[in-house]
Every structure is written in C-alpha cells, then in structure tokens.
C-alpha cells in the first residue's frame, strides 16, 4: 500500500493525467445517456359520462352519479375518482395508478358501468365510457364551485368569475356547467281573459312590447356613476 503512494508521488503528472481521462469519459458518458425531462408514463383516464334530459344537478348528484360511483369504486388500480353534477348530466373521471393497463381498464370500467345502468332512473341516455387523452396543445382548467349557498347564488357566483376570467388575454373561452336558463311561467285564468275579452296572443304582444333592452344611460348619484 505504501509502495502504491509513494509510486503515485514520483509520478504526479500520470497520476492528474490519469484523473483528467476519467472526468472526461465520464462527462462523455453521461452526455450519450439517454434523458427525457418527461419521460412517456401513462397514466390512464377514463371518463363516464351520464345524460338524463331535465334532472336538476342534485337529483343528478343523488340518481346518476351515487349508484355509479358505487359500482365503480370496486375496480383496482384506482388512484382517485372525482365526481361532476349539473343540469341534464352526471360525470365521473376515474384516475388510475402510473403504468397500469389501459385496455384492462377500459374493460374494468365498462363492466361497473353495465352493472350500474339497472339502477339509473328511466329515461337516462346510455352512459358512455371513453379514454381522456391529455393535449398538451390545448390547455385547460377546470373550477368547480360547490357548497352550502343555494344554488342561484353559485350560478351568480360562477358567471362574475367567468366574467372576470375572459377578460384575461390568456383565455380563449370559458364555460359554465349546470347554469340554468331563468325562465319566467305565467298562468293565465280563461275566465278572467274572457271577461276582459284578451286572448292569448293579446297577452303574448304585451309582454313581447314590455321586453325589451334599452339605454338607460348613467346616474351620477355624486358617490358614484352608475
């Protein structure tokens, strides 16, 4: 051992010639290693989608999506399941472990699916089942707004903020799901028409004379302009 130290003394320039060819074989090697800074991992995501025409997004919650995700939380490999209700629809997007089988899984999924249709309520569309492939090219997010307020303050709620979002230069579009179109009923009594001698188009012209956009131009209250 001594003899190797003091060989390596005598001989200083071998010894720093001999360090300086193995840094550079070693940076020669790890440039021809093969990197990827996102290496192709797939990670499988299928998404069940489930129409019943006219369901408010808590019965969709209670009819559509309940017995659905009973039956599919049985299915392995499943990293996290996240649950959508609104109006007319019910989705689940299912999340499995990295590097499961995606075929073997679409199956899994198809299955649950066809076992949980015989307790969906009459009138619902056949639900369908398809893989979400990730574009890079098209981005996306999505909020959800959930919570204890009724629903037409969450309505309110999400169209400020859609509002608030389009106007950011980055954003193309932007979507609500489960926003119901206010509508206004009106019953008429027969009698009453008749008496005042008005029909029902006499009562479809007034109202259509009575709804309408107009200017009303700006109030300067001297707190604000409004």
Sequence with gaps: MLGMIDAALHRTRTVVLILLLLLVAGYMSYQSIPKEAEPDITIPFI????????????????????????ELRGIDGVKEMTS???????????????????????????EKVSLAKAKLPDGTDEPTVNEVTMASEN???????????PERALITIARDLKDKLESMREVLEV????????????????????SYDLDQQDIYN?????NRLVAAG????????F
């Design 84 to 110: 959508t209700a609104s109006e007319g629809h019910g989705s689940v997007l299912l999340e499995f472990v990295a590097g499961a089988d995606t075929n073997s899984a679409l199956a899994d999924v198809r």
């Design 47 to 70: 998404y069940v989608s489930i129409t019943h025409s006219g369901i408010s997004p808590e019965d969709a919650e209670r009819l559509l999506l309940r017995p659905m995700e009973k």
């Design 218 to 225: 700006t109030l300067d209250s001297g707190q604000g302009r």
């Design 175 to 194: 979507d609500i799901g489960g926003d119901r179109e206010d509508m206004i009923e009106i019953l008429v009594d027969p009698l009453l028409m008749e």
């Design 139 to 149: 981005p996306a997010i999505t909020v959800m707004l959930s919570g204890t307020a």
């Design 206 to 210: 007034l109202i259509s004379r009575n």
